[in-house]
């Protein structure tokens, strides 16, 4: 084939395609419609998937016993000492703008509200001297960090 059939042809199929372009745009932004309903959905699911295990725990004063620690061999006694803070912090970090939205009468507000007054008593349990979900804030270095992300979630939902 010689180089002038070639780009002929490219030049063609490109033409064909550009045509259909808008005709196909169109219709994926139909199925999205639909798809963004039920893409929210899933993303909420997935959050509360991730997010309940730990929440759910420390809520109760459980999430110590609950907890499970990953790590490096002969790291256990360390990092038992900072696992139930990282996963707090990171999680709240990770919900607060869901949760910031507040609660309505929606079904997902509905669940939003359930997730903001187990978050209160999360943050509760966490800070309490006296409660059995009471976290490490200060020995080591790693609470620093872990406060931190706790500290980013309340500044990522100052009204709830």
């Not at 929210?40 to 420390?58: D, F, G, Q």
Request: with cysteine; net charge positive; aromatic share 6%.
């Amino acid at each position: 084939m010689k180089k002038r059939d070639f780009v002929v042809r490219i030049v063609v199929l490109m033409v064909c395609f550009t045509n259909s372009l808008p005709m196909m745009a169109k219709e994926k932004f139909q199925s999205n419609i639909s798809d963004g309903i039920n893409e929210r959905e899933y993303l909420v699911n997935t959050l509360i998937r991730i997010a309940n295990p730990v929440l759910e725990a420390l809520s109760k004063n459980k999430l110590k016993e609950r907890m499970p620690l990953e790590c490096a061999p002969n790291q256990e006694t360390d990092r038992k000492n900072y696992t139930c803070l990282e996963a707090f912090g990171r999680t709240l970090a990770g919900i607060a703008p869901w949760l910031e939205l507040g609660p309505d009468g929606s079904p997902e507000g509905k669940l939003r509200e359930k997730y903001i007054l187990m978050s209160l008593q999360c943050i509760k349990n966490a800070t309490d001297p006296e409660s059995a979900g009471y976290m490490n804030f200060n020995k080591g270095s790693q609470p620093v960090v872990d406060a931190a992300f706790l500290a980013q979630a309340l500044l990522r939902a100052p009204g709830q």
